[in-house]
Nanobody, 124 residues
Framework: QVQLVESGGGLVQAGGSLRLSCVASGLTFSVYAMGWFRQAPGKEREFVAAISRTGGNTYYADSVKGRFTISRDNAKNTVYLQMNSLKPEDTAVYYC?????????????????WGQGTQVTVSS
């Protein structure tokens, strides 16, 4: 079955950086767009970034544009999220997800498999 396993979360000071990884198994990784979402306590899960099958197209939420970079390595079945200039408001559980197809990948409804999440905490 499809499994998505995130890692790389942790505690960092404001202005710092973290790199999240998500390793996928049980699927032909290179045929699916992938995305990152996050959920803060008491809030809805929100879109962060997405990447097309080949990595040629990337999409970002306005709140992270210019600070976060999504990338993928299809040979390693892995998608990454490089997070720079972190802010306290970036604190959340970050989830990796597999898209249903190439459409609607900036919306939660466009995904049908999710990882267990990794906690990111940014202190001020």
């Amino acid at each position: 079955q499809v499994q998505l396993v995130e890692s790389g979360g942790g505690l960092v000071q404001a202005g710092g950086s973290l790199r999240l990884s998500c390793v996928a198994s049980g699927l032909t990784f290179s045929v699916y767009a992938m995305g990152w979402f996050r959920q803060a306590p008491g809030k809805e899960r929100e879109f962060v970034a997405a990447i097309s099958r080949t990595g040629g197209n990337t999409y970002y939420a306005d709140s992270v544009k210019g600070r976060f970079t999504i990338s993928r390595d299809n040979a390693k079945n892995t998608v990454y999220l490089q997070m720079n200039s972190l802010k306290p408001e970036d604190t959340a559980v970050y989830y990796c997800a597999r898209a249903v197809n190439s459409y609607g990948i900036t919306h939660r409804s466009g995904y049908n498999y999710w990882g267990q999440g990794t906690q990111v905490t940014v202190s001020s």
